[in-house]
């Protein structure tokens, strides 16, 4: 059987989906016996990890791969159909928090392809993944979900993009590493734009560096406003006990940013700072804004892209459930010729009628009456 076990921004905060990842890859380096095939998934939005294990070994599955402490995070899918339709819905990009996030479809595949590489993807996973991504640019193409699709974070990094344009060497600072942080700094580096991140937490840093390749520092709450003072641009997306930064502090600096961008919630920065000469600030509302029409727009796709995702996981789970079929009377001949030395003619006359009805549809007794004619 194939299961799903999935952690998304719906339900697990980033901090959950980062130990997740990181107890998933431990867990997939060791051997094991009754996963036969597995594939770990993981962007800035989700951790999720598909297997395909002995039917009878589920629970065990589950109480090895789902400690108590991820259990309330988790969402499980263990219907081939559900599963299929799930990829699908993912990769398209319909799942995501900005509509249409172009990204995802490529990490879906990356994430194939490394399976496949590693070996850990054989017939059955291999053929959800490659139906799965096929059908999602199906999908893109004809619902143009893709077309000016825009988020927070992607929004942001076009206008520090902008920036930077204008002014070389720029210093950019984004404070936390939550998903808007996270997603920020996702696209900057993709546009080559260096930056550094500030968290709090020593190991989110040491996994920043050692998995990311990302410059971190590490703050508190009364040193993070002597670090702030050093950069041209500084983005909060983080949680926090009062403000980070307040107007005060920055007007009797001589040291200054040029731009600070508030997205944090509640708010990371003493709002007055707006005032301060030759200090540009802006809040989350205002970048709300750009993407909440082009959010309507898309949500009247999202039920033609549910109907073609659960037409395609119907023909999948067909297809599944006659190649498990078909795997089944295999090893029930092979156990029964077992001790017959030309096991092959046999193998053959045995399987050929069966395996004949199983892929056309048709009854055996008329494939069987056929043959012998």
């Given at each position: 059987m194939i299961i799903a076990i999935l952690f998304t921004h719906k339900k697990a905060p980033s901090e959950v989906r980062e130990e997740v990842f990181k107890f998933f890859e431990n867990k997939l380096n060791e051997i094991n016996d009754y996963i036969f095939e597995k594939l770990l998934l993981a962007t800035c939005y989700r951790v999720e990890l598909y297997l395909r294990i002995d039917k009878s070994k589920k629970v065990k599955l589950l109480k090895e791969f789902l400690p108590s402490e991820f259990k309330n995070y988790a969402e499980i899918l263990?219907?081939?159909?559900?599963?299929?339709?799930h990829i699908v819905i993912v990769a398209s990009g319909a799942d995501s928090p900005a509509i249409g996030e172009p990204e995802v479809q490529g990490q879906v595949k990356r994430a194939f392809e490394e399976a496949k590489k590693k070996g850990w993807?054989?017939?059955f996973l291999g053929k959800a993944f490659e139906r799965a991504i096929f059908v999602s640019k199906k999908i893109r193409e004809e619902s143009e979900i893709q077309k000016g699709s825009l988020s927070i974070p992607r929004i942001?990094?076009?206008?520090l993009k902008d920036l930077n344009g204008e002014e070389k060497d720029l210093k950019i600072l984004i404070v936390g590493t939550g998903e808007m942080g996270a997603g920020i700094a996702m696209y900057l580096r993709k546009e080559g734009i260096p930056f550094h991140v500030a968290t709090k937490s020593k190991e989110r840093a040491q996994f920043l560096k050692e998995h990311a390749n990302i410059d971190t520092i590490l703050y508190s709450k009364e040193t993070l406003p002597f670090y702030v003072k050093h950069y041209d641009a500084v983005i909060f997306a983080t949680e926090s006990d009062g403000?980070?930064?307040?107007?005060?502090?920055?007007?009797?600096?001589?040291?200054?940013?040029?731009?600070?961008?508030?997205?944090?919630?509640?708010r990371n920065v003493d709002p007055e700072i707006k005032n301060i000469k030759g200090i540009e600030f802006h809040q989350i509302d205002e970048f709300k804004k750009i993407i909440e029409e082009r959010v309507k727009e898309k949500e009247e796709m999202l039920s033609y892209i549910r109907f073609r995702a659960k037409r395609e996981s119907e023909k999948f789970e067909k297809w599944l459930i006659r190649e498990e079929k078909i795997l089944k009377l295999f090893n029930y001949v092979d156990k029964r010729i077992s001790n017959i030395e030309d096991k092959t003619k046999i193998k053959k006359f045995l399987l050929y009628p069966i395996l004949k009805s199983l892929r056309s549809g048709k009854d055996i007794e008329e494939i069987i009456e056929s043959w012998i004619k």
């Open positions: 263990d219907s081939p159909k559900d599963i299929f339709e993807v054989k017939k942001v990094s076009l206008y403000y980070l930064l307040d107007r005060d502090f920055l007007e009797k600096s001589k040291e200054r940013p040029k731009l600070i961008i508030d997205l944090g919630f509640p």
